[in-house]
T-cell receptor, first 114, second 108 residues
Framework: GAVVSQHPSWVICKSGTSVKIECRSL??????MFWYRQFPKQSLMLMAT?????????EQGVEKDKFLINHASLTLSTLTVTSAHPEDSSFYIC??????????FGQGTRLTVV | GQSLEQPSEVTAVEGAIVQINCTYQ??????LSWYQQHDGGAPTFLSY??LDGLEETGRFSSFLSRSDSYGYLLLQELQMKDSASYFC?????????WGLGTSLAVNP
């Protein structure tokens, strides 16, 4: 299957700082990528759909000014958590797909804001 | 609206067979996918059903009935490593619509 690489796998940052998470499709081009967050023992929650060359589409309740998404190329999407606070601590995962059958996930990023 | 329902927890013993059911309500349904997620890891794809019937992949099989908006994942010859969360997805256009997941515990 296709490979999606997400970096970093974990990060600890101070409250008020910003953190950038990268999601790369290594062996295919992804015009669309998805960003999710997952709290412990809960399901993935879609945050936004990242579209190459255009603005991301955010789900209801997700602050677009806080979670900045950039999809400047067909193989890279970035999620920047701005002015992070402890409540932003979570597991963030990106996904991309080539068809309507299977989503390929990055390894996930565990963010801890202290 | 869109929703999926799965059992929250299932417990079984090694070597047993387990069936995890999923009922869904969604617009623009393409098919039903199943993913496995171990604690601390990313989800991995298990199977996809676009048509009614049973799809078999090794120890795992998945079933879909579009008329009943229902599907299930069947795990056979359970192993300890199968202990994980299992999610059904009835998404469309690559936008996953997840159930809350079923936590499977496999005991010796």
């Amino acid at each position: 299957g296709a490979v999606v690489s997400q970096h970093p796998s974990w990060v600890i940052c101070k409250s008020g700082t910003s953190v950038k998470i990268e999601c790369r499709s290594l062996d295919f081009q992804a015009t669309t990528m998805f960003w999710y967050r997952q709290f412990p023992k809960q399901s993935l929650m879609l945050m936004a759909t990242s579209n190459e060359g255009s603005k991301a589409t955010y789900e209801q309740g997700v602050e677009k000014d806080k979670f900045l998404i950039n999809h400047a190329s067909l193989t890279l999407s970035t999620l920047t958590v701005t002015s992070a606070h402890p409540e932003d601590s979570s597991f963030y995962i990106c996904s991309a797909g080539q068809a309507n059958t299977e989503a390929f996930f990055g390894q996930g990023t565990r963010l801890t804001v202290v | 609206g869109q929703s999926l329902e799965q059992p929250s927890e299932v417990t079984a013993v090694e070597g047993a067979i387990v069936q995890i059911n999923c009922t869904y309500q969604t617009s623009g349904f393409y098919g039903l996918s199943w993913y496995q997620q171990h604690d601390g890891g990313a989800p991995t794809f298990l199977s996809y059903n676009a048509l009614d019937g049973l799809e078999e992949t090794g120890r795992f099989s998945s079933f879909l009935s579009r008329s009943d908006s229902y599907g299930y994942l069947l795990l056979q010859e359970l192993q300890m490593k199968d202990s994980a969360s299992y999610f059904c997805d009835a998404g469309n256009n690559r936008k996953l619509i997840w159930g809350l997941g079923t936590s499977l515990a496999v005991n010796p």
